[in-house]
């Protein structure tokens, strides 16, 4: 009786424990697998706080995942984007929830199809990696995407040394927004610059959409009739760089060419339209 009895109160002190390294190792496995799929360890812990579990709001995710609460939102989002968690709205509460099960599978086929693509844009990618190498040292290109990445390549503009120039297709204001088109002009202030923009109809036309029209000071503009060259998409072209900016039917992106030649040229071709440009008021004469 007393070896039966023993062994009973063995089992009743390593059970607790035995259930919490499961748990741990269940945890763990998920863990490596949502890791695997692309989630970071915080988007992770929060997933794993709302599995085989009702309905939460943020606040009790937060707790329970020991992630903070401002970060908390971004993780669900994130989830939710994903399709493994749900939002309900609940007395006026957003709760979240696991979505299936199934939904797994739906990402790492996603996962698969990606990895297809890649495989089958590979060849090209090595190709422009060979071509990259025959370019001038000198020679630098680089990619922008997003509205963050535009305002960034737009502020590289201000590094320029002296005057820059370009041609304007639509206003900035559409895309970048009054605020940083007013913190722009302020650092172009600040910094002594002069620029000058040539233009065409289209600029009128999303001129007509912004509430301020402030002149710029050290700023000159001219008018390009569209018969002569129509100016489709916007360009800064300043030191040894043309940097190139598309951000209209659904499309937001931008070039930065870096090279001596195609700036030096690029600033030709300018001026040559510049002189066939119209300055604002003998557009406007009745």
């Given at each position: 009786?007393?070896?039966?009895?023993?062994?009973?109160?063995?089992?009743?002190i390593l059970?607790?424990?035995?259930?919490?390294?499961?748990?741990?190792?269940?945890?763990?496995?998920?863990?490596?697998?949502?890791?695997?799929?692309?989630?970071?360890?915080?988007?992770?812990?929060?997933?794993?706080?709302?599995?085989?579990?009702?309905?939460?709001?943020?606040?009790?995710?937060?707790?329970?995942?020991?992630?903070?609460?401002?970060?908390?939102?971004?993780?669900?989002?994130?989830l939710v984007?994903?399709?493994?968690?749900?939002?309900?709205?609940?007395?006026?509460?957003?709760?979240?929830?696991?979505?299936?099960?199934?939904?797994?599978?739906?990402?790492?086929?996603?996962?698969?199809?990606?990895?297809?693509?890649?495989?089958?844009?590979?060849?090209?990618?090595?190709?422009?990696?060979?071509?990259?190498?025959?370019?001038?040292?000198?020679?630098?290109?680089?990619?922008?995407?997003?509205?963050?990445?535009?305002?960034?390549?737009?502020?590289?503009?201000?590094?320029?040394?002296?005057?820059?120039?370009?041609?304007?297709?639509?206003?900035?204001?559409?895309?970048?927004?009054?605020?940083?088109?007013?913190?722009?002009?302020?650092?172009?202030?600040?910094?002594?610059?002069?620029?000058?923009?040539?233009?065409?109809?289209?600029?009128?036309?999303?001129?007509?959409?912004?509430?301020?029209?402030?002149?710029?000071?050290?700023?000159?503009?001219?008018?390009?009739?569209?018969?002569?060259?129509?100016?489709?998409?916007?360009?800064?072209?300043?030191?040894?760089?043309?940097?190139?900016?598309?951000?209209?039917?659904?499309?937001?992106?931008?070039?930065?060419?870096?090279?001596?030649?195609?700036?030096?040229?690029?600033?030709?071709?300018?001026?040559?339209?510049?002189?066939?440009?119209?300055?604002?008021?003998?557009i406007f004469?009745?």
């Amino acid at each position: 009786m007393s070896i039966t009895w023993t062994f009973s109160v063995y089992d009743d002190i390593l059970e607790p424990s035995y259930h919490k390294l499961v748990v741990h190792m269940v945890d763990q496995n998920i863990n490596n697998f949502l890791s695997k799929l692309g989630l970071s360890s915080e988007t992770a812990s929060v997933y794993l706080a709302l599995l085989n579990k009702p309905a939460q709001s943020a606040q009790t995710i937060a707790k329970e995942a020991g992630v903070p609460k401002t970060t908390v939102y971004r993780r669900l989002e994130e989830l939710v984007t994903l399709g493994l968690v749900e939002e309900q709205i609940e007395e006026y509460k957003k709760l979240y929830q696991c979505s299936p099960v199934e939904t797994l599978k739906l990402l790492i086929t996603k996962k698969e199809q990606e990895a297809k693509e890649l495989s089958a844009q590979l060849p090209e990618i090595v190709d422009l990696f060979s071509a990259t190498k025959s370019l001038d040292p000198e020679t630098k290109v680089l990619f922008y995407r997003g509205v963050d990445d535009i305002k960034q390549m737009n502020w590289n503009v201000l590094k320029t040394k002296g005057e820059f120039c370009g041609y304007t297709f639509r206003t900035w204001e559409e895309i970048v927004g009054d605020k940083y088109v007013s913190d722009f002009y302020e650092k172009f202030l600040e910094n002594g610059f002069s620029g000058r923009e040539i233009y065409s109809q289209e600029y009128l036309k999303s001129r007509k959409n912004v509430s301020s029209a402030t002149k710029w000071k050290n700023w000159e503009s001219r008018y390009l009739d569209p018969k002569i060259v129509n100016v489709i998409h916007q360009m800064d072209i300043y030191n040894d760089v043309v940097a190139i900016y598309n951000w209209h039917e659904g499309e937001v992106f931008g070039i930065e060419i870096y090279n001596t030649k195609i700036a030096s040229m690029q600033k030709q071709i300018f001026e040559v339209l510049w002189g066939l440009s119209k300055s604002p008021k003998s557009i406007f004469k009745k």
